[in-house]
């Protein structure tokens, strides 16, 4: 894999020691709320193989994705489109950011990178959402220009915290069960030459 200049930034975020007070005391509340049995294994995605939380995610950044495209190009008849969508977004990300916080807490008890980007991805997540629900409700309001404008900077906040989920998932291995390393082996080991 090659390197970018990317890497050095979330070197110096996951070297950040002030992140671990806080992280912890999230963790432990996150595992008191959602503690091991049916909802832990509901929202880690335990029925379906694999963790819900990547799955979920695929809602909100697409639906707001889509938003703001519309907003863009889509001219005026593209409008009451666009807002369905940015609150379908906005609804979605409750269930989206339980379900991480729920993978999270598991994850950062072992690894404190993966605690303090963890962090910093919620934060951004949260600022997404946050931005996004002003932009609807601007929309509401008559204030099309401002919604449109809190959409696109939710847009950028969207990005840092998505990018961020990819460097938890793919290079810490947060959300990834033991199973699923195990299952690739055996599956490349039956796998015809």
């Known amino acids: 894999m090659t390197s970018s200049p990317l890497d050095a930034l979330v070197a ?15 963790g432990r509340k ?31 950044i697409g639906v707001w994705t889509s938003s703001v495209l519309l907003d863009w190009t889509g001219g005026k008849a593209s409008r009451a489109a666009a807002d369905r969508l940015l609150l379908v977004g906005v609804l979605a990300a409750g269930a989206t950011a339980i379900t991480g916080w729920s993978d999270w807490a598991d994850a950062e008890q072992d690894n404190a990178a993966v605690r303090r980007s963890g962090l910093v991805h919620a934060a951004a ?20 220009g401002r919604g449109r404008m809190l959409s696109l900077a939710g847009s950028a906040a969207l990005g840092a915290g998505g990018w961020l989920g990819g460097h938890l998932s ?24």
């Open 12 to 26: 110096r975020l996951e070297s950040v020691e002030a992140l671990d007070d806080p992280g912890r005391t999230a």
């Open 30 to 60: 996150v595992r008191r709320l959602i503690p091991d049995g049916a909802p832990k294994d509901v929202l880690s995605g335990a029925w379906l193989g694999h963790a819900l939380h990547p799955l979920l995610t695929d809602i909100p």
């Open 125 to 144: 997540n949260a600022t997404a959402t946050a931005l996004m629900t002003g932009s609807y409700f601007a929309r509401r309001r008559g204030a099309r």
């Open 170 to 193: 793919y290079t810490l291995g947060a959300g990834v069960t033991a199973a699923a390393p195990a299952a690739g082996k055996q599956a490349a080991a039956t796998a015809p030459a």
